[in-house]
Each structure stands twice: as C-alpha cells, then as structure tokens.
C-alpha cells in the first residue's frame, strides 16, 4: 500500500485528488495540508511514502516544503504537482530534492503512474516537463546560465525584482495579482535567503545581480 500526501492551497484540488486515489486499492489517502509547514509537520505525524506537493502556496511555498520534510525524513518521496511549469519552477523542485514533477491537468492514470513510480525511487516528469529538461541540457552554454540568486523560488524572484525596481508591497500585489500579505511572506523568505537585513540591502544586490531594469519604476502611492 502507497501512502500518499495531499499538499495544496485549495480544497477542491485535495478532493480531486482524493476521490481518484480512491478508486486503486493499492493508494491510500495519509493525510491532507494546505501550505508547506502544515504539510512538514503531517510529514513527521502520518509518515507517507509519497508527497503530492503543490509549488505556489501561501505561507512556506513547495520547494521550501520539499527541501524541509526531505531533511527530516528523507525516505519520503515528493512528487509535484502543480500549475507551472518554467525553468525556475522546475528545476528549483529539482534542487530540493523532487523525485518528480507534473503539471496540473495531467491525466489521471499520469498521475498514479508518477505516484506508483515515485513510491518505487524512481524519478519521473511529464511531457512538458521533460521537454524543458532536455531543451535546457542541450542549449548553448550561455542560455544554461544560472539565474540569479538560485537560492529563491521563480515566485520569490519575480517579487525582489519588483522590489529592485521601486515597486511598493501593494503595487508588487497588484502585478502578480497575489495578496499583500503573500508578497510580505515573500519578501520575509528573501531576506532570510539572502541574509539581508532590510529592503534597501536587498534592493543593492537586487540590482548589483541586474534585477529591476527592465520594469519602470513606481513611486509609492
């Protein structure tokens, strides 16, 4: 019996996901969360083989959810699932340690192909996904150059790149049509990451990296 994790920020996602594991015997359900450390801590609690993980998410997004429960108990697998699909996306998960990587609107025996394959050590990505591996692997030493600050999420690097530019935490909400809320859990992620101390130190290596020059500028409102 494969004992999966539901991670994701919305309910109906986890209730989709939860009638199709009911239908094979060999899947169950361990438990369910909505964000990253609710997601590590029922990791500790119910012990499941398999992480369905979402990427973007209020609060400790996937891939620092991924890189935290692999950490504490590495014998778990993380399987994402998720709406994005670009590089920063993909290979950040890749980097924290996923064993696979699928997106949202996959099929359904896809996806308990990828759960069974996971939960068996393998590394499994779809179509999609695959493609953008091998396109990567195979381009021009210049296009496999590493974006900036690795360390962050493509989310994380899209807010400090608002930040580079002038941007204020309700006009960066706007932009990415996100909350103020989620843009400050963002910006709090960065400065730890980056270990700086305050939004100008992060705004100096902001645009030392060359983030923030190709967005004009918005004084405060």
């Known amino acids: 019996m494969i004992r999966i994790l ?5 309910p109906l996602m986890r209730e989709g996901m939860r009638a199709l594991v009911s239908s094979y015997v060999d899947i ?12 590590r801590r029922e990791v500790l609690r119910t012990a499941p083989d398999v992480v369905v993980m979402d990427l973007h998410m209020p609060g400790t997004n996937g891939v620092d959810a991924t890189r935290a429960i692999l950490a504490a108990a590495p014998q778990t697998r993380v399987l994402v699932l998720t709406m994005f699909e670009d590089d920063d996306s993909v290979f950040a998960a890749m980097r ?5 990587y699928l997106v949202k609107g996959a099929q359904q025996e896809e996806i308990i192909l990828a759960v069974r394959s996971v939960a068996a050590g393998q590394a499994i990505f779809g179509p999609t996904v695959a493609r953008r591996i091998i396109t990567f692997f195979s381009g021009a030493p210049a296009a496999r150059a590493e974006a900036p600050f690795p360390e962050l999420t493509g989310r994380e ?15 960066i909400a706007r932009d990415l049509v996100i909350s103020t809320k989620t843009v400050s ?5 960065i400065f730890a990451k980056l270990q700086v101390a305050d939004r100008a130190e992060a705004i100096v290596r902001a645009r030392e ?10 004084a405060p409102a």
């Not at 169950?28 to 997601?39: I, L, Q, R, S």
């Not at 924290?96 to 696979?100: D, H, L, N, P, V």
């Not at 859990?185 to 992620?189: L, M, Q, V």
């Open 28 to 39: 169950e359900v361990a438990g369910e969360a909505a964000d990253g450390e609710e997601a």
């Open 157 to 171: 690097r899209e807010v400090l790149d608002l930040i580079a530019a002038g941007r204020p935490n309700h006009g």
């Open 185 to 189: 859990n963002h910006i709090s992620a």
């Open 209 to 218: 990296a060359g983030l923030g020059k190709g967005r004009q500028a918005t």
């Open 6 to 10: 539901i991670v994701d920020d919305h």
């Open 96 to 100: 924290a340690g996923a064993s696979g």
